[in-house]
């Protein structure tokens, strides 16, 4: 930085800070024995616990460690109080602020809620709010999105109220915020397998057509985007969705689909030169769609996209070569 002397490294000062740097890795070793001794010989007293506390303090990553830590607690539960369950939660936060992606840490922290005493509505409502505000932090954490699919369940298993709806709309929020949220458009799925067999959508045409109408609108916004082509497939092809539509309602959604996507692709070839990997994929998905659920008499391009499909993607060349087999 401008105005700031630079730290002048001498020989003494080096030396002084490879000795500190060595005590502190030997510190660790030492600590690190200890607490591992102290659990192969089953001790699970306090001292042990503050134990694990500065040895994952150090390292928050050490799955043994949070494993030791939650044979301690169950031996001391007796002794604990809703004062350490709330440090516990609080312990694991200060870790996660520091490793959100480390999954024993969410791991310790869901079971310190299901060990709560009463494990109250309200400590799973106060969780859903810091889940989000987690998610606000990484919109695309996996471990995050995983979490929070386990605290709505519990939050709508206590309280005898459905949260799909309130999730749906969150999945939008967060999808609007970064389209190329893979996690959010799963959560998607997930709630929207769970809305059709809970049978809560009151206007099932609206809701097709309005999801319909929001995937077209992805795929245009970001024809590059793997996320949005994956939930496209999954909507059209693997969700219940062809099953509650009528026969000539779905046909008509597959034929302007196919409009849309060539439409993408032709802008994408005419700009850059090169086909959209993603749009003859699914164009070959929906022709299968077409002559294989449809029934319908059509005249296929699959071969003339799997052809073009080796040229851009040779990586996955066997793989379109295996298509074109068994077309």
Not at 268 to 290: A, H, M, P, R
Request: proline fraction near 2%; charge should be neutral.
């Amino acid at each position: 930085m401008h105005g700031i002397k630079r730290k002048e490294w001498t020989k003494e000062l080096l030396r002084k800070k490879r000795e500190e740097e060595r005590q502190k890795i030997l510190d660790y070793q030492q600590l690190t024995n200890d607490v591992l001794n102290s659990k192969r010989e089953r001790i699970t007293d306090k001292n042990a616990f503050l134990k694990t506390t500065k040895l994952l303090d150090i390292n928050p990553e050490f799955n043994a460690v949070w494993n030791y830590r939650r044979e301690i607690i169950k031996t001391l539960s007796l002794q604990l109080d809703e004062n350490f369950w709330d440090s516990e939660l609080n312990f694991t936060m200060e870790k996660l602020k520091v490793r959100p992606k480390v999954y024993w840490i969410w791991n310790h922290r869901l079971w310190c809620l299901q060990s709560y005493p009463n494990s109250p509505l309200k400590i799973w409502l106060k969780e859903l709010a810091i889940v989000s505000k987690l998610l606000e932090m990484d919109s695309r954490n996996f471990h995050g999105w995983h979490y929070r699919r386990f605290i709505v369940k519990t939050v709508e298993s206590l309280s005898g109220r459905s949260l799909n709806s309130d999730e749906f709309e969150y999945t939008t929020k967060k999808i609007n915020q970064n389209i190329s949220n893979f996690s959010a458009w799963f959560q998607r799925t997930t709630i929207i397998e769970s809305m059709l067999s809970k049978d809560q959508i009151s206007d099932m045409d609206s809701f097709i057509n309005n999801e319909f109408e929001y995937i077209k609108n992805a795929i245009f916004t970001d024809a590059e985007d793997q996320s949005v082509w994956t939930y496209l497939i999954w909507f059209i092809k693997e969700s219940a969705m062809k099953n509650i539509m009528e026969p000539e309602l779905y046909s008509n959604m597959v034929k302007a689909l196919i409009e849309n996507i060539v439409l993408i692709n032709d802008d994408e070839l005419s700009f850059s030169g090169k086909d959209n990997g993603w749009c003859l994929k699914t164009l070959i998905v929906l022709e299968s769609i077409q002559k294989e659920y449809l029934k319908e008499d059509i005249q296929s391009k699959s071969q003339e996209y799997l052809d073009k499909l080796i040229t851009i993607d040779p990586l996955r060349k066997n793989r379109y070569l295996h298509q074109l087999k068994n077309l």
